[in-house]
């Protein structure tokens, strides 16, 4: 199994990223995907999360707006769009299946 995250990176205030999770080893069809992301010294929090059809999404308040959350289920992806960046939303990102299979996470840095 597994998740592999890529896209992170340093960006400026107000900027995007597009956050990709390449899934394989298991039945991506099969589970809800979710990114949660985790900053120095605090707890993971989960950012978004799909159902395993792409037809339901849920949002973190803090990124309600500026993020989007989709997947392909024919290239066993999930994607996170991440718009108006801001400073506190620099962190590690990880991908997850139902919490059951995570990846190994890409750095997230917005700064000036």
């Known amino acids: 199994v597994q998740l592999v995250e890529s896209g992170g990176g340093l960006v400026q205030p107000g900027g995007s990223l597009r956050l990709s999770c390449a899934a394989s080893?298991?039945?991506?069809?099969?589970?809800?995907m979710s990114w949660y992301r985790q900053a120095p010294g605090k707890e993971r929090e989960l950012v978004a999360s799909i159902s395993s059809a792409g037809g339901a999404t849920t949002y973190a308040d803090s990124v309600k707006g500026r993020f989007t959350i989709s997947r392909d289920n024919t290239k066993n992806t999930v994607y996170l769009q991440m718009n108006s960046l801001k400073l506190e939303d620099t962190s590690v990102y990880y991908c997850s299946a139902s919490r059951y299979y995570w990846g190994q996470g890409t750095q997230v840095t917005v700064s000036s």
């Open positions: 080893g298991f039945t991506f069809t099969r589970y809800v």
